[in-house]
């Protein structure tokens, strides 16, 4: 039976008889991973306190029929905060999730979106202020869109394909054609959201810096606002309802 190693974030579990747990991992070489943690709801194991939501380590994995078998694990980092906060604990649940349903295994971009979600946890872990961790939230969304090969399109019209700076003063956002329409093609859209340019100036900011550095950044009302365009826009690529959607709705 061989056995391998990669760097991993747990995503979900599954009770495995009276002692063992399946655990849907993010590898960061193998994408989504399904293994089984053996004897871990045991007072005695190993693995426990590695074994909690949202957790990355270092994992030795055996390669196993049906599932791969975790041999050894070596924390990497807990997130600790996120479970001590029932806001951030939302929105770590809520990226999470996205991995677990835009995520594949052997995907070749999983090197990215490991790191995006790392760097993601870690932010929500550290930021104390709603605004950081939608920003947080924002930028990973955007992140694993495009290394999920759904990149928001956010300079030209994706109807009629002229430059965002041609644009006249309004700007739509079209979840379902996923970007931006000019004024011309959005008023004939029933589908489109009205938005200005400090929606795109966020999008591009979001996209580049890792927290919000202007006091427009911290604007509560424009950043839910964008959070919810994305969420819309997500939505529409998934097939399956996100649960924690309506966790957040109640939470946040």
Same mark, same amino acid.
């Given at each position: &039976?061989?056995?391998?190693?990669?760097?991993?974030?747990?995503?979900?579990?599954?009770?495995?008889?009276?002692?063992?747990?399946?655990?849907?991992?993010?590898?960061?070489?193998?994408?989504? /991973?399904?293994?089984?943690?053996?004897?871990?709801?045991?007072?005695? #194991?190993? +693995?426990?306190?590695? &074994?909690?939501?949202?957790?990355?380590?270092?994992?030795?994995?055996?390669?196993?029929?049906?599932?791969?078998? @975790?041999?050894?694990?070596?924390?990497?980092?807990?997130?600790?905060?996120?479970?001590?906060?029932?806001?951030?604990?939302?929105?770590?649940?809520?990226?999470?999730?996205?991995?677990?349903?835009?995520?594949?295994?052997?995907?070749?971009?999983?090197?990215?979106?490991?790191?995006?979600?790392?760097?993601?946890?870690?932010? @929500?872990?550290?930021?104390?202020? *709603?605004?950081?961790?939608?920003?947080? /939230?924002?930028?990973?969304? +955007?992140?694993?869109?495009?290394?999920?090969?759904?990149?928001?399109?956010?300079?030209?019209? *994706?109807?009629?394909?002229?430059?965002?700076?041609?644009?006249?003063?309004?700007?739509?956002?079209?979840?379902?054609?996923?970007?931006? @329409?000019?004024?011309?093609?959005?008023?004939?859209?029933?589908? #489109?959201?009205?938005?200005?340019?400090?929606? &795109?100036? +966020?999008?591009?900011? *979001?996209?580049?810096?890792?927290?919000?550095?202007?006091?427009?950044?911290?604007?509560?009302?424009?950043?839910?606002?964008?959070?919810?365009?994305?969420?819309?826009?997500?939505?529409?690529?998934?097939?399956?309802?996100?649960?924690?959607?309506?966790? &957040?709705?109640?939470?946040?």
């Amino acid at each position: &039976m061989a056995n391998y190693k990669t760097h991993a974030i747990n995503l979900k579990f599954h009770n495995l008889g009276e002692a063992d747990k399946i655990v849907t991992i993010y590898s960061r070489d193998y994408g989504i /991973v399904r293994c089984a943690a053996k004897g871990v709801k045991k007072s005695t #194991s190993k +693995l426990g306190g590695r &074994m909690q939501a949202f957790s990355a380590n270092n994992l030795m994995l055996a390669k196993g029929r049906n599932l791969d078998i @975790i041999c050894q694990a070596e924390s990497i980092e807990s997130f600790g905060k996120i479970r001590d906060d029932l806001t951030r604990l939302a929105y770590a649940f809520y990226c999470v999730e996205l991995v677990n349903h835009f995520g594949t295994e052997n995907d070749p971009n999983s090197p990215k979106i490991y790191d995006a979600l790392f760097e993601t946890l870690k932010n @929500i872990s550290m930021f104390n202020e *709603v605004e950081e961790i939608l920003w947080a /939230v924002m930028r990973f969304k +955007l992140k694993l869109s495009e290394y999920s090969g759904y990149a928001v399109e956010l300079e030209t019209c *994706v109807k009629c394909n002229c430059h965002e700076k041609e644009f006249k003063s309004h700007h739509f956002f079209c979840p379902d054609s996923g970007g931006v @329409i000019c004024g011309d093609c959005g008023a004939s859209s029933h589908e #489109s959201l009205e938005i200005d340019r400090r929606y &795109m100036k +966020l999008f591009r900011d *979001v996209t580049n810096f890792d927290f919000p550095f202007e006091n427009e950044h911290r604007d509560k009302m424009l950043l839910f606002s964008s959070f919810n365009i994305l969420k819309e826009f997500i939505s529409r690529r998934t097939e399956k309802k996100l649960k924690t959607l309506e966790l &957040m709705e109640i939470l946040c």
